[in-house]
């Protein structure tokens, strides 16, 4: 991705770490758990080709202090609604990966006045969508893990950015408290009044089924669309194939599916 100079905005009495690519349109982009918004890799870039992308960093996440304000997908919607109002947006469009998806599905529920479509990535509507295995292996993560992440890609990421380095315990701490949260907004999820595309790879760590669950609460997949295509709905759902959940944010292919929709078409 290009790298425009990093820019700092407080809301709710945190500070955000956040980038601006493109011009046009705005679009908050969000990054999953542990990471920045460098995780989508080339589709910064592919989707700041037609729009101004926001790349925000997530609460003690990357360019943003780490905080020790409990880290729940509530308040970082909040944050991500404050943070929209500030840059001066009557609305702007959310597109959120795995944990960043999460904060963008309840900013669309939270904040429906400031979103002007949503696209959902690898993210389910429950707790209880991903696989067990998934579930299982945040259960099993916990502060102790901030040694161990210490060997990846992602920490010598946040190594790279982050204001203070020696905060990664804060940040793994947080994570791995709000992953194990139990949650189901099965409830809320009709009610949703933008434009909202659901894509998921069919490898992902949720299966299609749940992406078909959900993709139904909104009203899609209940009929054929007719010639004229008169029986569509507003929402999109999109499986991208041969694609894991440790890719689906760098493959190309995802910024290929959603810009048509980002488009309005």
Same mark, same amino acid.
């Given at each position: &991705?290009?790298?425009?100079?990093? %820019? ?8 955000l770490g956040y980038q601006v690519e493109g011009k046009g349109d705005p679009l908050i ?11 989508? @890799? +080339?589709?910064?870039? =592919? ?5 101004? #992308? ?16 409990? $880290?729940?997908?509530?308040? &970082? ?34 904040? !429906?006045? #400031?979103?002007?479509?949503? #696209? ?8 209880? @969508?991903? *696989?067990?295995? $998934? ?7 916990? !502060? ?9 890609? $992602?920490?010598?990421?946040? %190594? ?8 990664? +315990? ?26 909202? $595309? ?19 609460? =909104?009203?899609?997949? %209940? ?7 008169? @029986? ?7 499986? =991208?194939?041969?694609?894991?959940? *440790? ?19």
């Open positions: &991705m290009a790298t425009s100079e990093p %820019k700092v905005a407080r809301v709710n009495g945190i500070e982009l969000l990054h999953g758990g542990f990471g920045s918004v460098e995780m989508f @890799g +080339p589709n910064v870039d =592919l989707l700041a080709a037609g729009r101004q #992308v926001i790349g925000v960093d997530l609460q003690s996440h990357g360019r943003s202090p780490a905080t020790d304000r409990p $880290m729940r997908f509530e308040t &970082m919607a909040d944050d991500i609604a404050a943070l929209i109002r500030s840059l001066g947006f009557e609305r702007a469009s959310i597109m959120g990966f795995s944990l960043g998806g999460g904060v963008g599905l309840r900013t669309g529920i939270q904040h !429906p006045d #400031v979103v002007e479509r949503l #696209v959902l990535v690898s993210t389910p509507f429950k707790r209880q @969508g991903w *696989y067990p295995e $998934m579930t299982a292996g945040m259960d099993a993560m916990g !502060p102790e893990t901030a040694e161990f992440l210490m060997q990846t890609p $992602m920490y010598e990421a946040y %190594k790279r950015i982050a204001p203070r380095v020696e905060d990664w +315990p804060v940040l793994v701490r947080q994570v791995t408290e709000v992953i194990k949260i139990d949650y189901d907004w099965s409830a809320e999820i009709p009610g949703l009044s933008m434009p909202v $595309m659901l894509v998921i790879g069919d490898a992902d760590g949720v299966p299609p089924s749940h992406a078909v669950e959900f993709f139904g609460l =909104l009203g899609g997949g %209940k009929r054929d669309a007719g010639w004229d295509g008169s @029986g569509m709905t507003q929402h999109r759902l999109a499986i =991208l194939a041969g694609v894991t959940h *440790y890719d689906i944010n760098l493959v190309p292919a995802l910024s290929a599916a959603v810009i048509p929709f980002l488009d309005g078409a």
